[in-house]
């Protein structure tokens, strides 16, 4: 028997995301957690699970990391929050700056939210108004089978609706154009005439750049990627590029769009989420070029970009934002995550041959075992009786540990997963 919740565990006034509450017997309540230091989660009851992916793959540094602790808290005692119209406070600004320098090309003005749905309605409105500004009225985007980009109603417009997030809202849903990722010759050939019969009403493209996330972290080639932006600049079509997940090192480069050999592309527009704070406090990004900017400069009040979240560019948060680039800079957290590409790709190949099994892939500190099944989310019990933390989704089961984590305790991790899913394998395979 487990021990006892905690009195405060009740789902009388909780409603959580993503879950039908109707069927979560007490077996299934959330657990209840105490701590988390490092890799490891603490919870109610004494057990500690080693996180496999940090908290929706923001806790890049690990829980509590004393530098990011140490900021947040000097940045409480002088100024929690302040609104970001009319004043100004040195962690934003400082931010910003830092972010244009770290970003690629000219990608140098910054806009601050607080998530990363909203970071993307904000590059959607940018891309819509930016082409208004020349006289053209462009209110559609393209958006690739398999993309998420959120949960608010824009985002939500270019995720793929067969990803299944959104079923209710069909009819609510602004039209978009899908594609394929341009991969074979054949898909190049459909999305360049795509772009050309429909670029003088397409604002821009969207795509997450060599990992697409919630969609089933699927992988695509730099390759693909700079055929997308060769295609939008042949047909004169923004190009976003939603980073939320893959930006700050999680498949390799401080960022995706770099490309897996540095070579890289440079969007118009870049959103920036999850892992900016180090998984520590809500917020998030969206970083235009000068190009884009500029469309907005003018002698009309009326063509300001008119967005201004209340808690836009909250001091904590970005205290925290420049406190986990600072652990970029001083630690070596690029070389960490190629080691756990090495070791992810070698411990969970024994997965590859097991009957059910359909792919095994890594990239960067993302490693992927893919099932022929749709229903990975009922192996989630079974990690937690091995003391680990991981949350299959979909036909997947995968690891996006903190970039921190020692080599033992991603081999705990790398284990179990072959556990599980050997064990899976011979009931259902
Ligand atoms: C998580 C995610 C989002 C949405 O971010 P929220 O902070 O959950 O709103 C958008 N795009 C991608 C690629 C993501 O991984």
């Given amino acids: 028997m487990p021990a006892a919740a905690p009195p405060w565990l009740t789902l009388d006034h909780v409603w959580l995301p993503y879950t039908q509450m109707a069927q979560m017997a007490t077996a299934t309540l959330p657990l209840p957690v105490v701590g988390a230091q490092g890799a490891r989660i603490e919870l109610a009851d004494g057990r500690t699970l080693i996180d496999g992916i940090a908290s929706w793959w923001t806790a890049c540094h690990g829980y509590k990391h004393p530098h990011i602790r140490a900021a947040v808290a000097a940045q409480l005692d002088q100024l929690p929050h302040v609104m970001f119209a009319g004043l100004a406070h040195e962690p934003g600004y400082t931010l910003a700056q830092r972010l244009a320098r770290l970003l690629p090309g000219d990608l140098e003005h910054v806009f601050f939210s607080e998530s990363g749905s909203v970071a993307v309605e904000i590059a959607l409105k940018m891309a ?213 590409a090495t070791q992810l790709a070698e411990e969970l190949e024994p997965c590859r041959a097991l009957p059910g099994v359909v792919d095994v892939r890594v990239k960067g500190a993302i490693g992927v075992v893919q099932l022929a099944t749709t229903e990975a989310s009922a192996l989630r019990p079974a990690f937690v009786e091995r003391g680990v933390w991981v949350r299959p989704f979909g036909d997947i089961v995968y690891l996006a540990p903190a970039f921190t984590m020692v080599r033992d305790d991603l081999a705990a991790l790398t284990a179990a997963v072959v556990d599980v899913v050997s064990d899976w394998s011979r009931a259902h395979g």
């Avoid at 959120?150 to 039209?175: E, I, K, M, N, Y």
């Avoid at 090192?249 to 770099?258: E, L, S, V």
């Fill in 128 to 340: 819509v108004q930016f082409w208004r500004s020349q006289g053209q009225d462009r209110h559609r985007f393209i958006a690739f089978r398999h993309g998420y980009h959120g949960d608010t109603l824009g985002a939500l417009s270019v995720t793929d609706p067969a990803t299944g997030f959104h079923d209710a809202f069909a009819a609510w849903r602004l039209p978009q154009l899908f594609a394929e990722l341009p991969r074979s010759e054949a898909e190049r050939a459909e999305f360049e005439q795509l772009l050309a019969t429909q670029c003088t009403q397409v604002a821009a493209v969207i795509v997450e750049p060599l990992v697409q996330g919630a969609g089933g972290m699927r992988f695509f080639d730099a390759d693909t990627l700079a055929f997308i932006r060769a295609a939008c600049d042949r047909h004169d079509v923004l190009l976003i590029l939603d980073e939320i997940m893959t930006g700050f090192g999680r498949t390799g480069r401080m960022f995706a769009c770099q490309g897996d050999d540095g070579a890289g592309v440079v969007p118009d527009l870049i959103c920036l989420s999850k892992a900016l704070t180090g998984g520590t406090l809500p917020l998030a990004a969206t970083v235009a070029t000068a190009r884009v900017f500029d469309a907005f400069r003018s002698a009309h009040a009326e063509d300001a970009f008119m967005h201004g979240p209340t808690f836009m560019a909250n001091p904590l948060a970005c205290a925290a934002a420049n406190a986990s680039l600072d652990l970029f800079e001083r630690e070596p957290r690029l070389q960490q995550v190629a080691a756990i």
